[in-house]
């Protein structure tokens, strides 16, 4: 199971829905670094169950257990390793999943793939519990990069038909971002806000479930970050992405809109500004070939809609190879977006970090 990512600095995720704890390993983390426990808390409740209507009744503290590799709460060198108990578990919920694989869940591959030795209880090393230990990484990269300027923020782009008003490409204030970051629905429009929790909820009274997606900027980065072909930012970025559970889609500044385009329409004028060399626009998303430009970094990430769903759905028995009803237990999330927000700036600022990481120089500290 590849359950690890990054070339400079290597997270390793480990632990089950239902297992005793979840937890992280990192390595690689530069020594010296402060880390503000107290801000990383409250980045990990930001992604933390039961705190909406909007989603899932499980409540978990994810508070986490530092064991090693911070001295006085500064890096040592050392890999940083930190455990969350997992406290409110149900798993007798799962157990007919043995049986009966849950429509769009990986209980079919995963019997498929590890013969009946996968852990069912709460889809196992397939869920999204696994999101908290990777926040507590990411959450560590986040401080490191703000020391630096470098801001990452995300929000709620849309769910279902209704959407958010998109990060301005060229960049957005640093009042916006940090009212994001401490949002509990964080959209940058309020009305918009409330017809995306009332489509949630909508969907939820019907026992059903609703996609979305997440717009992310990262603000501050300098020009010459990444690689190209394999080791390009757009690639990197993907990776990680695309290791959060129930993502479908990531797209780079106009993205698939791209492709509706002429090349005088997307193409992105440089100029001289007062910062240095600038583009007039920022179609590209701050990155050409696989390099950052000194544009702010935006992409946006489409979610599926949560599959466990409490409305009757087809399956079929394993052992009896014969078609079946399946009404999903447990506790689910009626849209996963808004919890997942702080899970892609987690993923984004571990890569960002790692990237910067190629060219060490490049971490030097700023005045901010």
């Avoid at 401080?143 to 998109?166: C, F, K, S």
């Avoid at 014969?322 to 927000?341: E, F, S, T």
């Amino acid at each position: 199971m590849a359950s690890y990512l990054g070339k400079n600095i290597h997270v390793s995720i480990f632990g089950q829905s239902h297992s005793q704890a979840i937890g992280v390993s990192v390595d690689g983390l530069p020594a010296g670094e402060r880390v503000d426990l107290d801000e990383l808390e409250r980045f990990l409740q930001r992604r933390a169950p039961g705190r909406d209507q909007t989603a899932t009744p499980r409540k978990e503290a994810d508070q986490p257990q530092i064991l090693c590799g911070l001295v006085d709460g500064v890096t040592c060198g050392a890999p940083l390793a930190a455990l969350i108990q997992n406290t409110n578990t149900r798993s007798q919920d799962y157990e007919l999943l043995r049986d009966v694989p849950r429509p769009g869940h990986a209980d079919y591959t995963a019997q498929v793939r590890y013969g009946g030795a996968q852990d069912v209880r709460g889809g196992g090393h397939f869920s999204g519990r696994l999101t908290a230990p990777l926040c507590i990484a990411g959450g560590v990269a986040l401080q490191i990069l703000a020391r630096r300027g470098i801001e990452v923020a995300a929000h709620i782009a849309w769910v279902g038909q209704e959407e958010d008003r998109p990060f301005d490409p060229i960049g957005e204030q640093a009042e916006i971002l940090d009212r994001l970051k401490r949002a509990d629905f964080p959209v940058l429009m309020p009305e918009a806000g409330e017809r995306i929790r009332k489509t949630i909820l909508e969907a939820k009274a019907l026992g059903d479930s609703v996609g979305g997606g997440v717009e992310c900027i990262v603000q501050g980065l300098p020009a010459g970050v990444g690689d190209p072909v394999f080791g390009g930012m757009e690639s990197r970025l993907a990776a990680a992405l695309f290791g959060i559970p129930a993502v479908k889609g990531v797209e780079f500044g106009a993205g698939f809109g791209a492709s509706h385009m002429r090349g005088s329409q997307h193409n992105d004028p440089f100029q001289m500004t007062a910062e240095g060399i600038r583009t007039a626009s920022n179609r590209a998303g701050g990155i050409l070939g696989g390099i950052t430009t000194g544009m702010p970094l935006v992409f946006r990430v489409a979610f599926k809609p949560t599959p466990s769903i409490a409305r009757e759905q087809d399956s079929i028995s394993l052992s009896r190879g014969q078609a079946v009803k399946l009404r999903v237990p447990g506790r689910h999330d009626p849209c996963i977006v808004p919890r997942a927000v702080p899970v892609v700036e987690a993923a984004a600022a571990l890569v960002v970090l790692d990237a910067l990481l190629d060219s060490p120089a490049r971490l030097e500290m700023k005045n901010v």
